[in-house]
T-cell receptor
Framework: EVQLVESGGGSVQPGGSLRLSCVAS????????MNWVRQAPGKGLEWISYITRDNSIIRYADSVKGRFTISRDNAKNSLYLLMNGLRAEDTAVYYC??????????WGQGSLVAVAS | QSALTQPRSVSGSPGQSVTISCDGS?????????VSWYQQHPGIAPKVIIYDVTKRPSGVPDRFSGSKSANTASLTISGLQAEDEGDYYCCSYAGSNTWVFGGGTKVTVL
C-alpha cells in the first residue's frame, strides 16, 4: 500500500523557518518525481514545488521561489521542504504528492504550518 | 501562474447530473492534455478522480467523466449521489514541470 506521511509542521513566527518531511512507503520512491501542494485554511489547493526522482529538475511556484527549498533523500525514502522567511500567507496544510504521468496520484495526510506572532 | 477559474458552487438533486467548468488559457489547459480533477472531503487529503482530461483511475465510479474544449475543461457527475458532496479542484500542467489548480467548486447534493 502506498503511503506518504508528512511531519514537521507547527507554529512559527513571521520570518522564521521550518522543515517539513514526507516519508514514503509501499512503492519505489527513487523511481518517482514528487511535489508539495498546500492549502490555506478554507482556501483552494496551490502547487508549490516539484523535484524529479534524481534531483535533476527542481521547480517552484513564484509565491515561494527564493524562500523554500525542496530536496529528497532516496536512501531514506524521504522528501523535504525547507521553508525560510515564513509569512502569514504561508499558513496552510502542506501535502506531499506523488507525481505520475502529469498528475498527483497519491497524497499524504498533510502537515499544518501556522505562521503568526 | 494564474489560477484556473471554477464556479464557486454547483448543486443538484440525487440522480441528476452536474457539470463543473474549469477555465484556463492557451498556456495551460489549452496547450496540454494533462488536466486532472481532484475530489476532497472535509479534513481529508484530495483524491484524483480524472487525469489526462478523460481517464478515470481504478476504483473511481464511471459516473465521473471529464472533457476539454479549447481552454476550458469540464467535469460531469452523472447520477449524483449523496457521497459526491464535497469540493472539486481542476488542475492543469502548465509547462516546465509546473502545475496550476483551479479555485475549487463546492458540490452540494440537495
Amino acid at each position: 500500500e502506498v503511503q506518504l506521511v508528512e511531519s514537521g509542521g507547527g507554529s512559527v513566527q513571521p520570518g522564521g523557518s521550518l522543515r517539513l518531511s514526507c516519508v514514503a512507503s509501499g512503492f519505489p520512491f527513487s523511481s518517482y518525481s514528487m511535489n508539495w501542494v498546500r492549502q490555506a485554511p478554507g482556501k483552494g489547493l496551490e502547487w508549490i514545488s516539484y523535484i524529479t526522482r534524481d534531483n535533476s529538475i527542481i521547480r517552484y511556484a513564484d509565491s515561494v521561489k527564493g524562500r523554500f527549498t525542496i530536496s529528497r533523500d532516496n536512501a531514506k525514502n524521504s522528501l523535504y521542504l525547507l521553508m525560510n522567511g515564513l509569512r502569514a500567507e504561508d499558513t496552510a496544510v502542506y501535502y506531499c504528492a506523488r507525481d505520475w504521468q502529469w498528475h498527483f496520484d497519491y497524497w499524504g495526510q498533510g502537515s499544518l504550518v501556522a505562521v503568526a506572532s | 501562474q494564474s489560477a484556473l477559474t471554477q464556479p464557486r458552487s454547483v448543486s443538484g438533486s440525487p440522480g441528476q447530473s452536474v457539470t463543473i467548468s474549469c477555465d484556463g488559457s492557451s498556456s495551460d489547459v489549452g496547450n496540454y492534455n494533462y488536466v486532472s480533477w481532484y475530489q476532497q472531503h472535509p479534513g481529508i487529503a484530495p483524491k484524483v478522480i480524472i487525469y489526462d482530461v478523460t481517464k478515470r483511475p481504478s476504483g473511481v465510479p464511471d459516473r465521473f467523466s471529464g472533457s476539454k474544449s479549447a481552454n476550458t475543461a469540464s467535469l460531469t457527475i452523472s447520477g449524483l449521489q449523496a457521497e459526491d458532496e464535497g469540493d472539486y479542484y481542476c488542475c492543469s500542467y502548465a509547462g516546465s514541470n509546473t502545475w496550476v489548480f483551479g479555485g475549487g467548486t463546492k458540490v452540494t447534493v440537495l
